[in-house]
């Protein structure tokens, strides 16, 4: 499948004049808990080629997306990405990290630029797993294929502030995060990804259901506690020099 997502980021680049910097999997195969029935998440950050974009006073597209058959297909122009980073967006620092790779980068245009901030991240996993636990607590709630991904998702966004906390820098593969905790839960979330790979066929043990249960309720009590205010101010310049050094080559061949 690999040859054939690059083959479609090719036709990509060609019907939308734009050069792929950079192309990752961003979603559950990257994640560790895809199954049979997952889609293609596929995330790119791309250059226009033309550019009277990135000089003209009026606004120009900044993304393009793209549905086809089990692909789900996303782009984030360059300027865009790095306006992103600049705020420390976590969905970007995601697909920055992505352990699944189609277009790596021949010079990585966002490492020499700050850390992401921890206060925003801690943030963004608390906001999204307190949202989820709404539905996840609820007692007549209906154990279905999508509330078992929803749980794994949650499980994924907690253990992600649970390492920031620890002061570790958190992957986004869900098999690398559990290597920092107990082996309890540890053993109750791989039980949750495996009957979920394996298409929710199983008998469910609702036991695991309820102990997953009560850890995520006991770390969203700290969580939600703990709102770190951000205490990075950026330098603007630093950005707006990389913005610049990319382009920098076009500027002397456009001219």
């Known amino acids: 499948m690999k040859s054939q997502i690059i083959e479609k980021l090719k036709k990509i680049e060609s019907q939308n004049n734009v050069t792929i910097l950079y192309a990752c999997e961003s979603g559950s195969r990257a994640w560790g808990f895809d199954n049979a029935e997952s889609d293609y998440d596929v995330r790119f ?3 226009s080629n033309n550019l009277k974009d990135y000089v003209s006073l009026s606004s120009k597209k900044d993304v393009i997306e793209v549905m086809e058959g089990d692909l789900d297909i996303v782009g984030w122009d360059l300027k865009k990405a790095l306006l992103l980073h600049y705020r420390g967006n976590p ?7 992505s352990p699944i790779k189609y277009i ?3 010079i990585d245009i966002f490492k020499s630029l700050p850390d992401f901030d921890d206060a925003i991240l801690k943030y963004h996993y608390t906001s999204i797993a307190s949202n989820n636990w709404k539905l996840l607590s609820l007692n007549d709630l209906e154990i279905t294929k999508k509330v078992i991904k929803m749980y794994l998702y949650n499980c994924r966004c907690i253990l992600a502030w649970l390492l920031l906390d620890m002061g ?3 992957p986004i593969n869900i098999f690398e995060m559990l290597k920092h905790v107990d082996d309890d839960i540890k053993n109750d979330i791989c039980y949750l990804i495996k009957y979920y790979k394996n298409c929710c066929i ?3 043990n609702l036991e695991v259901i309820s102990r997953i249960n009560k850890w995520m309720g006991e770390n969203l009590e700290i969580m939600r506690k703990d709102f770190p205010k951000t205490n ?3 330098d603007f ?3 707006d020099e990389k913005f610049f050094e990319i382009l920098s080559e076009d500027f002397e061949n456009y001219i």
Not at 91 to 97: D, K, M, V, Y
């Open 232 to 234: 990075k101010n950026h």
């Open 104 to 106: 790596d980068w021949k």
């Open 202 to 204: 199983e008998n469910l």
């Open 237 to 239: 310049e630093a950005y």
């Open 45 to 47: 950050i791309y250059k």
């Open 168 to 170: 570790i820098n958190p």
């Open 91 to 97: 969905n970007l620092r995601e697909w920055i990290i």
